[in-house]
C-alpha cells in the first residue's frame, strides 16, 4: 500500500543514496510524457524536501523543455538488489544552468 509523507526521512534519503540509477518523469501541457534514467552520481539531496541533479543532455534533453512549460516532475528510485522497493518523489522543478546567477 502506497503512502505519503510531506518530506523524506532519513530512511528515504539513504534508500535514495544506495541506488546507482533513477528515474526522472515530466510532461509538457500537451503531447507525449517523457521518462529518462539518471545516474546517481549526478544526484544530490540537499533537505528532506530539496533536491540537485546535474541533467546532462540525452537524446535532445526533453526534460528541460517540458520544464519550460510545466514545473510538475516525478523522480522514481527502485532497488534493483535486496528487497523491492520502489520510492516516487512528487513535486515540481527548475532548471538551472551554469549561466543563472543562482
Avoid at 36 to 63: C, F, H, Q, Y
Wanted: charged content about 20%; aromatic content about 8%.
Amino acid at each position: 500500500m502506497a503512502r505519503l509523507y510531506e518530506q523524506m526521512k532519513p530512511e528515504h534519503i539513504a534508500f535514495i543514496e544506495q541506488q546507482k540509477q533513477f528515474f526522472v518523469g515530466t510532461a509538457a501541457n500537451d503531447g507525449t510524457v517523457n521518462v529518462s534514467p539518471k545516474s546517481w552520481d549526478s544526484l544530490r539531496v540537499l533537505s528532506p524536501n530539496r533536491i540537485a541533479w546535474l541533467n546532462i543532455t540525452g537524446s535532445g534533453n526533453e526534460t528541460a523543455a517540458h520544464l519550460a512549460q510545466n514545473q510538475r516532475m516525478t523522480m522514481m528510485f527502485c532497488a534493483f538488489d535486496g528487497n523491492p522497493k520502489i520510492l516516487r518523489l512528487y513535486g515540481k522543478a527548475v532548471a538551472a544552468h551554469p549561466r543563472d546567477e543562482q
